[in-house]
């Protein structure tokens, strides 16, 4: 039998190693987000974008993710304590690149327009890239407002906090030109209910002594914590800097790191206070609220990163597409893959439309009581939903990729397992949808302002009108057991009237016709027949 004149070790139909990634020019969404932000801010975002694209900083961001991770050095070679943590160079690296394009400090310079949406916009594209580095940056970001009802200590760290510079030197804080600032909250006997925790604060001269523990402590590198500690009076929030001020060291110990499924570049440690130097932040007693401030912030980013990490197993699965032949023609024009693609991009587009939305009410909130409202509900919706979609629009499109989408050499095994953590962050499911019944019940211009929202799309489309009109039904039967329903109905109506308004509403269409009207299946990949999946799949 006659051998076929193809060389059997020839390789072809593999597609080439990426080069550039387009986070900015390929992105039309994105660039239609920030339209209406301060030039400054946007060329920021730009810049940010086209740095982090490249086949470099792609290449750099791949080995810090898929790398052995940062390292516990808790003691010196003669035994006293250091609570070190060791990170690559390329950590810091991503850490100078973020902070210096103002991902912290943007939405707090000189009231600048769109800061928060530039700055939810760099969650996005660093998300894409490298998202250990986003924890310390975004716990920055967020400790600014707190920080900012308090004097001393407190005033000294805004000020580092917002100096766009990065300063990983561990050092006091008087000695530094930048701060990063972390959060300790979680104790081994409540995540969630923080009520029950132990830690406890004793009055000492002009400030208190911690003792104490915390359970997880993400990014124990920072200059400064905020924590929560009893006093007579209740919980109250604290600032626990990483040097004393008579320049030793901080009495919080780093006991260990964990072993995390993901986010491995960013350390998360189990801490604890003996006898810990720390200075009071708010009032005795109202710990919790003023901690939240901090955490309503970053619950923004928990939402918005999940944007991010579909975006980027978007684009690696269209790449496979577009230089994979099946059957005599590229995957991108088979019409079940292109079905499937399709159907991807809808969640991404959803999920980035939501959280950009939200980052504009988060501008707006200073100014505007509906939009402050609007932003307390919506940024629980939009945590919850977009962290319930991104695991599984990772692993389809990690499936798009076939075997190689497991190997990795590949992003996509580290967006896989990226995809479930920032559900957990920041109130995991089940407290963000109690979460969401608690401001519908005594917030009620919230919920107003998300039907004026809602009602901007009226009219666009039958299945989203008479799915609004159903809500209010919904609402009135609301109970905790079904409290995950209603928050997913209403995050989807949200995503739907946001698309439906979007230029080109051929995406809204589909959107509400499957997610709203059930025209749909169970799996990603089932739009209903005659759907312009071509059209929707050249948003990628």
Request: net charge neutral.
């Amino acid at each position: 039998m006659a051998r076929k004149s193809v060389d059997p070790f020839a390789v072809f139909n593999q597609p080439a190693p990426r080069g550039d990634i387009a986070l900015w020019s390929g992105d039309l969404l994105l660039r239609n987000a920030l339209g209406d932000t301060a030039p400054t801010a946007l060329t920021a975002v730009k810049q940010l974008a086209e740095e982090l694209g490249s086949a470099e900083m792609a290449a750099r961001g791949h080995r810090l993710v898929t790398g052995p991770g940062p390292e516990l050095k808790a003691f010196d070679t003669g035994g006293r304590r250091l609570n070190q943590v060791i990170y690559p160079d390329t950590y810091h690296a991503l850490m100078s690149v973020g902070l210096e394009a103002g991902y912290a400090a943007l939405p707090w310079i000189d009231d600048t327009v769109g800061g928060h949406a530039a700055h939810a916009a760099m969650v996005y594209l660093m998300s894409q890239i490298e998202p250990g580095t986003c924890c310390p940056m975004t716990m920055t970001y967020a400790a600014i407002p707190a920080l900012a009802k308090g004097d001393g200590l407190a005033a000294r760290l805004k000020a580092l906090a917002r100096a766009r510079s990065y300063d990983g030197s561990d050092r006091p804080i008087d000695a530094k030109h930048a701060a990063t600032i972390g959060m300790a909250m979680t104790e081994k006997q409540g995540g969630s209910d923080i009520r029950a925790n132990t830690t406890f604060a004793e009055p000492a001269e002009d400030a208190y002594r911690l003792y104490g523990h915390k359970w997880f402590c993400s990014a124990p590198m920072s200059d400064a914590f905020l924590t929560l500690a009893q006093l007579p009076q209740g919980l109250t929030c604290f600032i626990v800097p990483r040097w004393q001020p008579d320049g030793t060291r901080n009495a919080m110990h780093l006991m260990a790191l964990k072993n995390k499924l993901g986010n491995r570049a960013n350390a998360s440690a189990e801490i604890e206070y003996h006898g810990a130097y720390a200075e009071m932040l708010g009032q005795p007693g109202d710990g919790i609220r003023t901690i939240l401030e901090m955490v309503h912030h970053t619950r923004l980013d928990t939402a918005t990163a999940p944007a991010g990490l579909m975006r980027r197993a978007l684009i690696e699965a269209r790449y496979w597409a577009e230089n994979r032949s099946v059957f005599g023609k590229p995957l991108l024009r088979q019409p079940l893959m292109q079905s499937v693609l399709a159907d991807l991009t809808l969640e991404w587009m959803g999920a980035f439309t939501l959280s950009m939305r939200v980052a504009k009410a988060f501008d707006n909130s200073a100014n505007d009581p509906a939009q402050a409202a609007f932003a307390r509900l919506a940024v629980a919706l939009a945590k919850y939903w977009n962290n319930k979609r991104c695991p599984l629009v990772t692993a389809e499109a990690m499936e798009c990729l076939g075997g190689m989408g497991y190997i990795e050499d590949t992003p996509m095994p580290w967006l896989y397992r990226e995809a479930p953590l920032n559900a957990i962050w920041e109130g995991s499911g089940n407290i963000i949808c109690l979460d969401v019944l608690r401001t519908i019940a005594k917030v009620p211009e919230a919920l107003n302002a998300l039907f004026t929202e809602l009602q901007g799309a009226k009219g666009a489309d039958r299945t989203y009108d008479l799915a609004l009109d159903a809500l209010q039904s919904q609402i009135a039967q609301a109970s905790e057991a079904t409290a995950r329903s209603l928050t997913e109905r209403m995050a989807l109506l949200l995503q739907a009237s946001l698309l439906l308004r979007q230029p080109n509403a051929l995406a809204g269409e589909i959107f509400a016709q499957t997610r709203l009207g059930g025209d749909w299946g169970h799996t990603l990949g089932t739009l209903p027949p005659g759907t312009d999946t071509g059209a929707i799949v050249s948003a990628i």
